[in-house]
């Protein structure tokens, strides 16, 4: 079992910047490709940023491209999004995600990772 906690959420001024963190217990995230994901009121559950256990190969929606960066610390079991000149948009909850161990493949679906945190509101006033 994997259990995952985030923080870091809050409010924020539109161009502002927040540091989301994922720790990790239970077992190591080493060999677990990881994910953020965000839920807006009344919105689907997205897919925000993942990043693959073997090479760190990252991803990101196009909404985030060029604002939000994904990285790992598999030393301290962790996981964090910077995220830098936020938006209005960017409003959501949001969730970091582990996949099974040893699976390459980013995923892109949130049925795609068995592991969740209960994730952190972040509130961005414009």
């Known amino acids: 079992q994997v259990q995952l906690v985030e923080s870091g959420g809050g409010l924020v001024q539109a161009g502002g910047s927040l540091r989301l963190s994922c720790a990790a217990s239970?077992?190591?995230?080493?060999?677990?490709?990881m994910a953020w994901f965000r839920q807006a009121p009344g919105k689907e559950r997205e897919l925000v940023a993942g990043?693959?256990?073997?090479?760190?190969?990252?991803y990101y929606a196009d909404s985030v491209k060029g604002r939000f960066t994904i990285s790992r610390d598999n030393a301290k079991n962790m996981a964090y999004l910077q995220m830098s000149s936020l938006q209005s948009e960017d409003t959501a909850v949001y969730f970091c995600?582990?996949?099974?161990?040893?699976?390459?493949?980013?995923?892109?679906?949130?049925?795609?990772?068995?592991?969740w945190g209960q994730g952190t509101q972040v509130t961005v006033s414009s």
């Open positions: 995600a582990a996949r099974y161990e040893f699976l390459v493949e980013l995923g892109y679906h949130e049925n795609e990772y068995r592991y």
């Open positions: 239970g077992r190591t995230l080493s060999t677990r490709t």
């Open positions: 990043i693959t256990w073997r090479d760190s190969t990252t």
